[in-house]
């Protein structure tokens, strides 16, 4: 039988990993094409669950809230008097102060919260209007995240300086290679908290990667591996451009959103008052109904059941078009007197213009 010239190559590879340590730092593989792939994958496999655990958002259309077509009960009727709008816009920025969760408590009832949406991945396309569905925003910024919208109900910074603000934590920058403005915005928004983010989130990765590249012979430079370690490569590749692009465009914001979001794709949907209702927990009821995409102001309904009061999670959310993979998800924070666009249901109250 004619063996694969191949063979030996796997097997030099396959005994290297499994000597003792002493024996393998001695070890390097064969000056033959092909076979530093092999160490680059087996590194890369060990990088993967690293970069998936702690990459600064994690994205998954599947992770959901259980979701119902209509409410149970009657039908959604939240109040009609500006004053009673008023006050509970009041009451949800106060309860968001300073909160890590980024929920409120609520008696049973019926609400509807103005909130400002903003874009929540890098290099996706921004269409509108969409359905969307809740689910949790998970990720090693998820926490800064969820803080930062919570105070930012209370601050109601520029809907530009957010969003950039937001996207800085998305590409997991550290505190010192944010922007002048970025910084000021963070500390209005986090005070006393620049160490939450003193890392550079790609930073940690290479670090990760040379402690792994010495226990595997034959592993290049995390510059000279990113193009060969598959996906794990591709998402450490969009994070560099991403923080690249921030960098470029630092004090630009219409020049960043040009090379950070891509443009519509696909049909909108007809209908956005068939948005389902997530259930993040039992008697509470929530969706986000928008006309528009990233940075529009948008309504947040809820629906407490009786007879007890519940915890609403509000700025923890993420918001996925499911007709849409391809299309950014969006988180919030919720406004004082926001108007949404005229085809939306109204709060009442005094409005922004």
Known sequence: MKLSASLPIACLAVAALFMPLPVRAQFSFPSIPGAGNLAVQAAAKQLAPYVQQN???????????????VLPGTAFHPTKSPRVQSALEAAFARQ???????????????????????????????????????????????????????????VLPESYDMQSLSWDMQAGMSYPQLGVAQQALYNRLLPGESGLIAQNFLSMVRDRWNTISDSIPGVPS???????????GTTIENLQSAQNEIVADAGNFDALRSALVLGPLGTPDSNIMDTPWSVPSARVYLRVL????FMSIGLLEIRVVAPD?????????ISYPPACPQCQPLTMH????????????????VFAP
């Open 96 to 154: 968001l102060h300073n909160s890590k969760t980024g929920a409120v408590l609520l008696p049973p009832g019926d609400y509807a919260i103005p909130v400002r949406l903003f874009c929540t991945d890098i290099h996706r396309h921004a269409n509108s209007p969409f359905i969307y569905l809740l689910g949790p925003l998970r990720g090693s910024r998820a926490g800064i995240l969820t803080q930062m919208y919570a105070n930012a109900a209370t």
């Open 309 to 317: 009061r519940g915890r609403v999670p509000i700025t923890s959310n």
């Open 55 to 69: 990459q600064p958002v994690i994205l998954d259309w599947k992770a959901i809230y259980p979701a119902v077509p």
């Open 334 to 349: 919720p406004l004082r007197g926001g108007r949404p666009r005229p085809a939306l249901p109204q709060p009442v109250g």
């Open 290 to 293: 928008t006309e528009g995409a």
């Open 222 to 232: 995390f510059d000279g591996a990113i193009g060969q370690m598959g996906a794990v």
